[in-house]
């Protein structure tokens, strides 16, 4: 059937009325396709053959604003304009949107000299680029303290215009002015205290950008800066503790109160000299953290825990025969171990992701002019053909060029079995060739693959706080101080009100001290977040954003596109009815001569199945479209038509009074019921209807003088599709379809799937109306469709979920989250995943809230001391959020 042929598509041919209004380049989100103002950020640098950019500051990606720009020979001149530039690297004129994005080296050209090459082509820029973003990886940011003294530090750096600091990545996101020294803001953030290691920006031609950080993206994990254990700050920690353990050793055990050592007229025994030593080992981290704490004005863990021990120190000092300096020592080692233990655990949650990283290989087997050569997959361009042997990962998104073999999709997909790859078909960076040779063409470049993307969306996901994290964040705002006011009340009302002993009252201060720390608190939300995205993502499952996998875990109701999601999106003949003495092979044999020359699915159907069961071709002339009705040709000489049955009534058929070529095991009944005469249908009242009621698309076949059979097509429903249905409904989901074939059809599918209710006949808008009112009549809705038809739809629900998003840049964009295998079964996999992380992020809020609250309370009983106010309150609850949070890990989608 031609597509101009004028035939409605009819019942179940799979052809939902949900076309993309705005085109294949509109996205259809709401927010992540800004298109005003231009910006600019820092990028790994890719630089064009024989181009240097990025020796020095490393490549800078710059946007901006040419509206004028809106068609191919337009961005053709302006492109062509730009590449004259020294230093130009990649070009991206989007005549679509009138952007312009450049990446250029800063040493070698500037943003005025791309301005003023643009509008010497003729093109008037609207604004020229006034930021760019930059990410530094700072490895010891890995708690809320910690970035609170970075983010302060950033606050009065020079062209620093916004900042977001991750800590459980080790990252800080800074948005610059396109002048902005880089190397002051480095300065900015060395002066809080903690090194940056490295930049987003390119690789430097000696490794180093000129202040001593080597460039790399990503990130430094906990595997990067080696075991946490064996550490400097781990070395000074059990020196320290050691002199702690001597000490006990000599004052309790050995019973010496002998005086070793007087500075400035006041005595230390050996007990106290050793407590002394064993607090400076071990506070020296602390209190180098607290001066940049104070430095910094921030009111943070390091400037508590200094303040404690000076205060301890300083007690003892001042008071003469009583003795603080256990209570230091105590301090300094035990909390020096409460910062090794959330380090390891921050180290944990970074390794999650940087599995991901390391998916893709670092070298790649390329063929040129017929040498194989290993080269950095950095160095590869679009085009290359490369060699992948078997067990070797794919390095690259590319296309099949020679060979065959099984493919381990996983690392992508979540597919738990190798998908057969050949000539022509797609391949993805990162998975694994399990059986033969393959030659693969490059189609993306290193950084632009499917992989890539993951990771960055991944990492940009901690860039979305919840709801819960923006409570946290302003709890903790109040908490801190309060705890603070309160420590100070506890060690001076009672000696000063009541004439209690102030000594043990100031360490009842200095325990409050400790307790008013939120760092368990403050992250017990990003760590549960970032383990349950990474862990979706290794399964196949990429979710953009804490807000959105707190949102899919409280959904009331699903939303389900028909075609391509609960069914496969692909017609297929499912019935053929042979008329008249005629067998099913004849009518095939007419129904794809008939068909031959459609580009129609159903056409597109039928002679595909006609071609694997065999039947042979015939001669076909004199093709014609009959305008919503059919099409006719002549075969062999022979005039034959196909089409609605009403086609056939009208060149004066009797379809209620059909002669069959035998009765057949579904029609036998049929047969036997409906005609006096055996081997006669009624196909107007009978046949036909009952197709139409399993969600099928009726074609009938025939010349002028006798009617040779009908062709049922249906899109066929997905073999898990039931299943799936049933577990989102146990889960206590109600599940409603959308799609815009006929009310039969609609009907027909839902039944087969079980779906709690449908809506028929709708355009991209009805479904956009249809999703409103469920929001209305549920609260929260997650909307699953292919990503590029629903888009709108999918931007109206709480969650929109598209389907096989692998390798489609359109469909990962969209949607909130990508399922990247065309895998329906992983929707139940998904909301469990969502709905158990919420319950882990509730368990970490309010258990780090409980034990602090227990803890504070039982202080001024003296039931709990500096050492249990730190192991407990401080790091058994970091230890036990993120144990709690990894347990998200263990999540697996049914087999």
Same mark, same amino acid.
């Given at each position: 059937m031609s597509e101009h042929d004028g035939r409605d598509p009819g019942p179940g041919d799979g052809a939902d009325a949900s076309t993309d209004p705005q085109g294949g380049d509109n996205c259809g989100c709401d927010d992540a396709c800004e298109v005003g103002g231009a910006s600019a950020s820092g990028v790994p640098g890719e630089t064009e053959p024989g181009d240097s950019a990025g020796e020095s500051a490393g490549a800078v990606r710059a946007e901006f604003s040419v509206p004028d720009m809106d068609c191919a020979s337009c961005a053709s001149k302006v492109e062509t304009s730009v590449r004259k530039l020294d230093g130009v690297g990649d070009i991206d004129p989007r005549a679509t949107t009138g952007r312009l994005v450049v990446e250029y080296d800063p040493d070698r050209t500037t943003p005025d000299d791309i301005r003023g090459n643009v509008e010497g082509a003729g093109y008037a820029v609207e604004d020229g680029p006034s930021t760019r973003e930059v990410s530094f990886s700072v490895p010891d940011m890995d708690c809320a303290s910690c970035a609170g003294k970075v983010e302060h530090a950033l606050r009065g750096a020079p062209g620093v215009l916004s900042y977001e600091t991750r800590p459980t990545t080790g990252t800080a996101v800074v948005t610059l002015a396109a002048d902005a020294d880089l190397d002051a803001v480095v300065s900015a953030i060395e002066g809080a205290g903690y090194e940056v290691v490295g930049t987003d920006v390119a690789d430097a031609v000696d490794g180093d950008d000129g202040h001593g950080h080597s460039h790399s993206h990503g990130g430094t994990t906990g595997a990067d800066r080696g075991s946490v254990w064996r550490s400097t700050r781990a070395a000074k920690t059990w020196v320290s503790g050691g002199f702690l353990a001597a000490g006990i050793t000599v004052e309790y055990l050995l019973g &010496?109160?002998?005086?070793?050592? $007087?500075?400035?007229?006041?005595?230390? =025994?050996? #007990?106290? %000299?050793?407590? !002394?030593?064993?607090?400076?080992?071990?506070?020296?981290?602390?209190?180098?953290?607290?001066?940049?704490?104070?430095?910094?004005?921030?009111?943070?863990?390091?400037?508590?825990?200094?303040?404690?021990?000076?205060?301890?120190?300083?007690?003892? &000092?001042?008071?003469?025969?009583? $003795?603080?300096?256990?209570?230091?020592? =105590?301090? #300094?080692? %035990?909390?020096? !171990?409460?910062?090794?233990?959330?380090?390891?655990?921050?180290?944990?949650?970074?390794?999650?992701l940087r599995e991901l990283m390391d998916l893709s290989p670092d070298e790649a087997t390329v063929l040129r002019d017929g040498v194989e050569t290993v080269v950095p997959v950095e160095e590869l361009v679009v085009g290359d053909v490369v060699a992948v042997k078997p067990g070797e990962k794919i390095p690259v998104d590319g296309t099949v060029v020679e060979g065959d073999s099984a493919v381990n999709q996983a690392p992508i997909t979540g597919e738990s079995v190798p998908v057969d790859k050949a000539d022509g078909d797609e391949v993805f960076a990162g998975t694994v060739n399990e059986a033969g040779y393959l030659e693969v063409r490059v189609d993306s470049a290193a950084g632009d693959d499917t992989l890539s993307r993951i990771v960055s969306m991944v990492e940009d996901a901690q860039a979305n706080k919840t709801e819960r994290e923006q409570f946290v964040e302003r709890f903790s705002s109040y908490y801190t101080p309060l705890m603070v006011v309160v420590a100070v009340a506890v060690a001076a009302i009672p000696p000063i009100a009541f004439g209690l002993d102030w000594v043990?009252?100031?360490?009842?201060?200095?325990?409050?001290?400790?307790?008013?720390?939120?760092?368990?608190?403050?992250?017990?939300?990003?760590?549960?977040?970032?383990?349950?995205?990474?862990?979706?993502?290794?399964?196949?499952?990429?979710?953009?954003?804490?807000?959105?996998?707190?949102?899919?875990?409280?959904?009331?109701?699903?939303?389900?596109?028909?075609?391509?999601?609960?069914?496969?999106?692909e017609l297929t003949v499912t019935d053929v009815v042979p008329l008249n003495g005629n067998s099913e092979a004849d009518v095939l044999r007419c129904a794809r001569g008939l068909e031959a020359r459609s580009e129609h699915p159903i056409g597109e159907a039928i002679v595909s199945h006609a071609e694997g069961t065999g039947v042979a071709a015939r001669e076909v002339d004199d093709f014609e479209s009959v305008t919503g009705k059919g099409v006719r040709a002549d075969l062999d000489g022979v005039p034959h038509f196909a089409g609605k049955p009403g086609f056939f009534e009208e060149l004066g058929f009797d379809l209620e009074h059909v002669h069959v070529t035998g009765p057949g095991e579904a029609l036998s009944a049929e047969v036997r019921q409906l005609c006096d005469r055996h081997g006669c249908l009624n196909l107007v009242e009978d046949t036909i209807p009952r197709l139409q009621s399993e969600g099928k698309t009726v074609v009938v076949v025939g010349t002028e003088d006798d009617l040779e059979g009908v062709v049922a097509v249906a899109d066929e429903v997905r073999p898990d599709a039931r299943e799936t249905v049933a577990k989102l409904r146990e889960a206590g989901l109600s599940v409603v379809m959308?799609?815009?074939?006929?009310?039969?059809?609609?009907?027909?599918?839902?039944?087969?799937?079980?779906?709690?209710?449908?809506?028929?006949?709708?355009?991209?808008?009805?479904?956009?109306?249809?999703?409103?009112?469920?929001?209305?009549?549920?609260?929260?809705?997650?909307?699953?469709?292919?990503?590029?038809?629903?888009?709108?739809?999918?931007?109206?629900?709480?969650?929109?979920v598209a389907m096989g998003a692998a390798g489609t840049d359109t469909a990962l964009e969209t949607a909130d989250i990508a399922l990247m295998a065309?895998?329906?079964?992983?929707?139940?996999?998904?909301?469990?995943?969502?709905?158990?992380?919420?319950?882990?992020?509730r368990q970490n809020i309010w258990a780090s809230l409980a034990i602090k609250a227990v803890l504070a309370v039982g202080v001024p009983f003296g039931y709990v001391s500096v050492a249990l106010a730190v192991l407990a309150g401080d790091a058994g609850m970091t230890m036990g959020v993120t144990g709690n949070a990894m347990r998200l890990a263990r999540i697996r989608p049914d087999e």
């Open positions: &010496l109160e002998l005086v070793v050592a $007087s500075v400035l007229g006041v005595s230390f =025994t050996a #007990a106290e %000299l050793l407590y !002394v030593l064993g607090a400076a080992v071990g506070g020296q981290a602390i209190l180098r953290n607290g001066y940049y704490s104070a430095k910094n004005r921030s009111l943070d863990i390091d400037f508590l825990m200094s303040t404690a021990i000076l205060s301890a120190v300083a007690a003892s &000092l001042i008071s003469g025969p009583t $003795s603080l300096y256990f209570e230091a020592a =105590t301090l #300094a080692f %035990l909390f020096s !171990v409460s910062e090794l233990l959330e380090r390891y655990s921050m180290d944990r949650t970074r390794d999650s043990t009252w100031f360490v009842y201060g200095i325990t409050m001290l400790v307790l008013a720390c939120p760092c368990a608190f403050v992250i017990s939300t990003p760590v549960s977040v970032v383990s349950g995205i990474t862990s979706a993502a290794k399964n196949g499952v990429l979710i953009k954003g804490g807000t959105h996998l707190e949102a899919m875990g409280s959904v009331e109701a699903v939303a389900v596109d028909k075609t391509g999601t609960l069914t496969k999106g959308l799609t815009g074939d006929n009310e039969g059809t609609a009907r027909a599918i839902a039944e087969q799937v079980g779906v709690d209710d449908f809506r028929a006949g709708l355009l991209p808008e009805d479904k956009v109306a249809a999703v409103e009112g469920l929001l209305d009549e549920y609260g929260s809705v997650a909307m699953v469709g292919d990503g590029i038809n629903d888009a709108p739809a999918l931007a109206t629900a709480t969650v929109g065309d895998d329906l079964s992983k929707l139940p996999y998904l909301y469990e995943l969502s709905h158990r992380a919420n319950g882990v992020i």
